[in-house]
T-cell receptor, first 114, second 113 residues
Framework: DGGITQSPKYLFRKEGQNVTLSCEQNLNHDAMYWYRQDPGQGLRLIYYSQIVNDFQKGDIAEGYSVSREKKESFPLTVTSAQKNPTAFYLC?????????????FGPGTRLTVT | AQSVSQHNHHVILSEAASLELGCNYSYGGTVNLFWYVQYPGQHLQLLLKYFSGDPLVKGIKGFEAEFIKSKFSFNLRKPSVQWSDTAEYFCAVNALNGNKLVFGAGTILRVKS
């Protein structure tokens, strides 16, 4: 069954700790994306990757880092430099990068930092 | 920079009422337009999309949207809503010379049975 897996569903961390959110896809998609969803603000793009070993900053990349060592995996690290990390994080993929391809979304990870 | 405005954050309707959710965008060039839906406890999924051609596009579950270029709008409609349409709806725009979707703030629709 093809799709996008994000784990864990809920994550709790203490302030000052880095935390890595997992995103795996078995759709054989080239492009992958990370979004942050906050109530009343929609989805905002953090990072995206159109091909393995390459990624670009989105609109709110500060305090986050990513890697794309494998086509199927695009982990996101929320660092201690991120001022307001508590949010719902969504990973997505599309067959290719660019504006003409539908993005498919994972179930999300809700991160709470106290 | 592109931006997307969704006019209402919360909409409450009774079953069988008609629905129209507004979406306006600020980019002047050629765009691809999308409506996504997030049902409670489910993944965000594509409802419909417009790339070119007939400006009236039909999506899943009886939804449709009309692209009006002169008004920079892509409003979502459904003639008769059902309780199962309760969800959050997001409009999104992707400029043809860009690589990323820009989302609106979302509209939470609650349908009373």
């Amino acid at each position: 069954d093809g799709g996008i897996t994000q784990s864990p569903k809920y994550l709790f961390r203490k302030e000052g700790q880095n935390v890595t959110l997992s995103c795996e896809q078995n759709l054989n998609h080239d492009a992958m994306y990370w979004y942050r969803q906050d109530p009343g603000q929609g989805l905002r793009l953090i990072y995206y990757s159109q091909i393995v070993n390459d990624f670009q900053k989105g609109d709110i990349a500060e305090g986050y880092s990513v890697s794309r060592e494998k086509k199927e995996s695009f982990p996101l690290t929320v660092t201690s430099a991120q001022k307001n990390p508590t949010a719902f994080y969504l990973c997505a993929s599309s067959i290719y990068g660019g504006p003409s391809y539908e993005q498919y979304f994972g179930p999300g990870t809700r991160l709470t930092v106290t | 920079a592109q931006s997307v405005s969704q006019h209402n954050h919360h909409v409450i309707l009774s079953e069988a009422a008609s629905l129209e959710l507004g979406c306006n965008y600020s980019y002047g060039g050629t765009v691809n337009l999308f409506w996504y839906v997030q049902y409670p406890g489910q993944h965000l999924q594509l409802l419909l999309k417009y790339f070119s051609g007939d400006p009236l596009v039909k999506g899943i579950k009886g939804f449709e949207a009309e692209f009006i270029k002169s008004k920079f709008s892509f409003n979502l409609r459904k003639p008769s809503v059902q309780w199962s349409d309760t969800a959050e709806y997001f409009c999104a725009v992707n400029a043809l010379n860009g690589n990323k979707l820009v989302f609106g703030a979302g509209t939470i629709l609650r349908v009373k049975s």
